[in-house]
């Protein structure tokens, strides 16, 4: 279609994040699946999780992203079968001039990305993952649409997902999803 272009008052997709600065300074409990639920990155075996090449590639690739954003630090995190769970704790604001200490952030929207926020890191993570898969030999890798995030709000709280994150390959054969051979 010639000259076709981005126009957001016609291609709007909803959003289910909260009207949140994801740029703020704290910690997020993030989720994110596989397409179809798509077991890609290995089996739990005896409770423990057994990567496969794919599962390495996005272990791999997760714990990369700590290099390339200095203002995030990764927490307790997992790689299941059909699944990545993780603690992003951003630990100073992206947009913050260091000399005025002046935030400059403007809100997150489709296709309009703000570095260093939690969309932001989201959406590279899932594209390096997937090139990394697909140039090893899994070219119909994809992505759920989305994630699940959840602001951490106090210690009980960290620790409690802590304590999730730390005991999902365990409870894998209680999981909603869990099926024999998954």
């Not at 179809?36 to 690739?61: K, P, Q, T």
């Not at 997937?130 to 709280?157: L, P």
Request: proline residues 3%.
């Amino acid at each position: 279609m010639a000259g076709a272009y981005y126009n957001p008052d016609i291609h709007q997709r909803r959003s289910i994040r909260l009207k949140y600065d994801y740029t703020r300074k704290g910690m997020y409990f993030l989720t994110v699946c596989t397409q179809n639920r798509d077991c890609a990155f290995g089996d739990i075996i005896n409770g423990a999780v057994r990567l496969s090449l794919w599962g390495e590639l996005a272990l791999h690739e997760l714990l990369a992203t700590q290099q390339h954003r200095n203002n995030m630090r990764l927490h307790e995190y997992v790689v299941m079968q059909n699944h990545v769970h993780g603690i992003v704790e951003i630990i100073e604001h992206p947009s913050l001039d260091t000399a005025r200490r002046v935030p400059t952030a403007r809100a997150e929207q489709f296709a309009c990305p703000v570095a260093g926020s939690i969309p932001t890191f989201v959406r590279s993570c899932k594209a390096a993952i997937t090139r990394q898969i697909r140039q090893n030999g899994n070219e119909a890798f994809a992505w759920q649409k989305g994630y699940f995030e959840h602001i951490v709000r106090n210690r009980a709280d960290y620790l409690r997902i802590a304590e999730y994150i730390e005991n999902n390959p365990a409870n894998w054969k209680h999981d909603r999803f869990y099926y024999e051979g998954a």
